[in-house]
């Protein structure tokens, strides 16, 4: 029976942990921003930890194919790794958001305020794109009082959002993924993707089958989508 409560008490503890630190709709260090409140049927689609070939590619053509804008909070060393990806993305119209250097979790840990990070890829966005991101998205959307403190003295807007599945990054069957991103779409809300993973790449062919899926059937729902920056009404870039 102690056994039992000791095992209680430690998911509790992680379960607590995990929506101060980490939960898409903590508030309690400060804003960061995850829906608008509107009864619009508006929603903005995102995508994470790119960009990835050949499949940021394949979200592009079907971004393109319905005429819709997103954003792509994007991996400084993939951006380098596919400068000319991310070159299409902007010249397209959407919007590019900074997700950090490296997205490597244990640099939390190294610098608690994760400047340098933020700074590098902000550097390479503005190499490649010309212009410097207004928009931040923090790798597994970690956030503590330093960060957060050090996101907003840079001049950027923390950004967080809605999972399209609990398990997407594991790339269960896209089915699955639309199914589930459908029913937490809501007016207003900011839906998370990843076209890559962390700064390694990787399969992402079920995200692609998904984004086909949720776009067209939340156009037939009414649905109309916006960038990150135009749901909010702030500026996209510095």
Known sequence: ?????????????FAVMYWIFMSPYSQIFGSYSWKINTSDKIIALTFDDGPNEPY???????????????????V??????????????????????????????????LSLNFKQEILENQVILQNHIGKKPALYRSPWLWRQPILLKTIRELGLTPISGVFCHPFEIMQVDGKKIAGRAIKVAKPGSIIIFHDGRDSQGGNRSETVKAVGLVIDKLRKDGYSFVTVDELLGIPAYQ
Not at 4 to 12: A, D, F, K, S, T
Not at 56 to 74: E, P, V, W
Not at 79 to 93: C, L, N, S, W
């Open 1 to 13: 029976m102690i056994f039992l409560v000791v095992i209680l008490l430690v998911v509790i503890f």
């Open 76 to 109: 400084g060393k993939c951006v380098e790794r596919y400068p000319d990806i991310t070159m299409r993305a902007f010249k397209a119209g959407h919007t590019i958001g900074n997700h950090s250097l490296s997205h490597e979790f244990h640099r939390y840990f």
């Open 56 to 74: 940021t590619s394949k979200i592009l053509d079907l971004l393109d194919k319905f005429d819709i804008k997103a954003t792509f909070f994007q």
